[in-house]
């Protein structure tokens, strides 16, 4: 991750806001207030400027995140709402619920925000602040807590420079939050699940429900587990295709994941070829890595063979995604 960054810090206000959409609309980083924590918003449906987000906050896992929207319209153009889901939104949106919905057939969220899944959380912030910034920019904005990695949650603008200064573009200062935990999940599948505690208590979302919420599967919290929303362990995508890490070179009927500039031996027998950054940029590798493996599955390849990537920075977080979707199955 480069730092060096120079991190304005501005007061809330109509100025702050414009000055968060344009920075958001650059593919740029701003934190802000929600009634939660302050969070780290990056255009969601711009995968470059998510996986700075991923790399800023350090120690990436490409777990997914929550799209922040303005309004209810601009939740369904990119989740899918049945009548368990509205009943939910209608209850306690704008507010610290977060409720995680099948993804519409066009849905603008990026891949890698989304992790893979065909699922995608979704968030409306009550934080006027947070409210002001998404109608001026006018889509879908990510905004995991603004902190490094394992640290503290941020309820003040303080918090966030104290972690985050000269590694994103922009602050904007609207005084401590109300809330200080992170938003409720629930995921509303066949049965409306509790995914993740949070801001809305459980007993408030049961009696809107009128029945109670499903307990998480002790399964979905080990290693190995698919991630189901953001605050849970990752796990791959798996492709139909078997992935074989650290190739050297391509064996016939493979399919090519590169990465740098290196040729390998066999490359003109590949069934198919993409290459996750030319120029060996992790930031660029990691926006590209999910729609690759979808495209290079596609081609109906017997493996992917993939390049070595460096562990280090978001190549931590490559690798951990691409050795999960070589485990056999």
């Known amino acids: 991750m480069k730092t060096g960054l120079e991190t304005l810090i501005l007061p809330a206000g109509e100025a702050g806001a414009e000055a968060a959409a344009r920075t958001l609309a650059a593919g740029g980083l701003v934190a802000f207030p929600t009634e939660t924590v302050y969070g780290l918003g990056a255009d969601a449906g711009n995968a470059g400027a998510i996986a700075h987000l991923y790399a800023a906050k350090g120690r990436p896992a490409f777990n997914p995140l929550i ?4 309004d209810l319209a601009a939740a369904r153009r990119i989740g899918r709402f049945d009548a368990c889901a509205l009943r939910l939104a209608e209850a306690f949106w704008p507010g610290p619920l ?18 893979g899944l065909d699922t995608v959380a979704i968030r409306i912030p009550a934080h006027p602040v947070a409210q002001a910034i998404l109608r001026a920019f006018g889509g879908a904005v990510v905004a995991p807590s603004a902190n490094l990695s394992g640290h503290v949650s941020p309820t003040l603008a303080a918090h966030v420079e104290g972690d985050l200064v000269g590694r994103i573009d922009l602050i904007v200062d609207g005084g401590p939050v109300t809330v200080g935990v992170e938003s ?58 078997n992935v074989r890490l650290n190739a050297r070179d391509v064996a016939p009927g493979e399919a090519l994941l590169a990465f740098g500039p290196a040729r390998l031996p066999g490359l003109e027998a590949a069934t198919a070829v993409m290459n996750l950054s030319p120029s060996g940029d992790l930031d660029e590798a990691a926006a590209n890595l999910f729609g690759y493996l979808r495209a290079l599955d596609a081609s109906g390849p017997r493996a992917i063979a993939v390049m070595a990537i460096p562990e280090q920075d978001l190549g931590e977080a490559i690798n951990d995604r691409l050795r999960r979707a070589a485990v056999a199955r």
């Open 98 to 115: 977060t409720l995680v919905v099948r993804k519409t057939e066009n849905c603008p969220v990026a891949e890698l925000a989304t992790a």
């Open 67 to 70: 799209a922040h929207v303005a």
């Open 184 to 241: 409720t999940i629930v995921g509303c599948f066949a049965a409306p699940m509790l995914l993740r505690p949070g801001g809305l208590s459980r007993e408030r979302i049961e009696t809107v429900l009128g029945a109670p919420l499903a307990r998480l599967p002790a399964e979905a919290e080990s290693d190995d587990s698919q991630p189901l929303a953001p605050g849970m362990l990752a796990s791959h995508y798996a492709p139909r295709a």
